[in-house]
DNA sequence: CTAATGACTGTCT
DNA sequence: CAGACAGCCATTA
């Protein structure tokens, strides 16, 4: 049971981050940042903000499909990556929200 | 049960 | 700055 839990820890986390922000998949789940990730390719989830959810060093995953959302939502871009340093949204922040 | 894979990350070349 | 490696977890073959 505590993978469900995990997992419904990681979607909440989803679900708080703000628009105009971003968050990486290591501050969902530091412990394994590729289950964010998995989640994200395989729930049914709907209105989940996947677009918000990025790499560590600012880069998407998603390709252009992703940087569109992110630019439509007014994120904060530096070069070819996200501006983690205006737009980042520690993980902290995330679970105080909650 | 073992091996391979993936919306990842930090460290080393 | 870009590419290669090894670690990490859960799912799939």
Redesign the pocket.
């Known amino acids: 049971m505590a ?1 469900e839990e ?1 997992q419904a820890q990681i979607l909440q986390l989803i679900r708080s981050v703000p628009e105009g922000f971003v968050t ?3 501050d969902l789940c530091p ?8 989640i ?3 729930t049914k989830e709907k209105g989940l903000p ?2 918000r ?1 990025v ?3 600012g880069s998407f ?2 390709g252009d499909r ?1 940087r569109r959302l992110l630019r439509k939502e007014g994120i904060p871009f530096a070069g070819k990556r996200v501006d983690m340093e205006v737009a980042h949204m520690p993980r902290e922040a995330l679970l105080a929200q909650v």
């Not at 412990?31 to 998995?38: F, I, M, N, Q, S």
């Open positions: 993978d995990r990486t998949y290591g412990e394994a940042p590729r289950l964010p990730g998995r994200l390719s395989t996947w677009h959810i790499r560590a060093d995953a998603q992703q």
